[in-house]
């Protein structure tokens, strides 16, 4: 069975105006990568409000990828070794997401 330290940790989130996000690291337990199949992956754990949120000294992880069109998900879960959070289509989008 497989932890959540097992799936892959967001490795960087360029995206200032979310709560998690502490000198472009998250700072959420996990994230949600979801969007709709014919659009960009969001990241749908983004908050854009002024105060901070988040767990201090975390590693933030992927705990649930709803892409399932992507070519790191496996079983609704990210095999990639690590996410980048950034913009793209949108503010906050998973710009590891590859088409399958």
Known sequence: ???LLDQPPVSECSVDGCSYNHDHACS?????VGGSTTGDAQCSTF????????LDRVVSHVGACQRAD???????TCAADAVRIGAGHD???CL?????
């Open 1 to 3: 069975m497989s932890t």
């Open 70 to 76: 992507c070519s790191h998900n496996e079983h609704l």
């Open 28 to 32: 959420a337990a996990a994230i949600t």
């Open 96 to 100: 590891t997401y590859a088409p399958a």
């Open 91 to 93: 503010l906050a989008d």
């Open 47 to 54: 908050i854009p409000l002024g105060v901070k949120g988040g």
